[in-house]
């Protein structure tokens, strides 16, 4: 009976290494200066995959849930995202804002939301949806300025736009299907 319950916590100690190894820190790059002129690592160590795990559980009944978890997911994200960089990001570009080190563009923060939705499907945490490739809408002579977003599809194939430039860092992003993205932008409407 002793070698039995040996046998037991053995397992049991080898699962909790197993997931241990698995929550190993990773390290993820964060862009800022416009169209990713810097870039720099950061650090998703235990406690903040435990939170990401924590935030996206709140979305595993539905698509839409998850999307709501992933909003929040992603103002966590750059809340730490921005301590890392060491600044404050404001909303939007402004404008002469290229090669200013913690500022970012459409294309920083497409790039960064990509990452983080990336590592959420690595590690099993979206149910409801895959990462796109990033999207982008506007070319001036539409009178839109050129703008762009990370995507998430939906099982059934809907593609939802994922876009956190118009808030300040940790704000909520905007998500929304993907073709209203697409119509949006016009003399610079959200």
């Known amino acids: ?5 040996l046998r037991v916590v053995s397992v049991c100690v080898a699962l909790a290494l197993l997931w241990a190894g698995g929550a190993k820190a990773e390290r993820l790059y964060v862009c800022s200066g416009y169209g990713c002129f810097y870039k720099k690592s ?11 795990i924590a935030i996206m559980a709140s ?4 698509a839409r849930a998850e999307r709501a978890a992933v909003a929040k997911a992603v103002r966590y994200f750059e809340t730490l ?5 060491g600044v404050r990001d404001d909303p939007k570009s402004a404008p002469g804002g290229a090669h200013v080190y913690g500022q970012m563009d459409c294309i920083d923060e497409s790039r960064n939301t990509h990452t983080l939705l990336r590592y959420l499907e ?24 050129p703008h ?10 809907e593609d939802w736009a994922v876009d956190s430039w118009f808030e300040p860092a940790g704000g909520t ?11 949006r932008g016009v003399r610079g409407e959200r």
């Open 1 to 5: 009976m002793g070698l039995e319950i």
């Open 42 to 52: 950061m650090t998703i160590d235990a406690g903040v995959r435990r939170r990401l």
């Open 59 to 62: 979305g595993k009944a539905s």
């Open 81 to 85: 995202a921005t301590r890392v960089i």
């Open 122 to 145: 690595r590690h099993g945490l979206l149910r409801h949806h895959t990462v796109r490739r990033n999207s982008a809408r506007g070319f001036f002579l539409d009178v839109r300025y």
């Open 148 to 157: 762009a977003t990370a995507v998430l599809r939906t099982k059934s194939g």
């Open 173 to 183: 992003p905007d998500i929304m299907r993907l073709t209203e993205w697409k119509k």
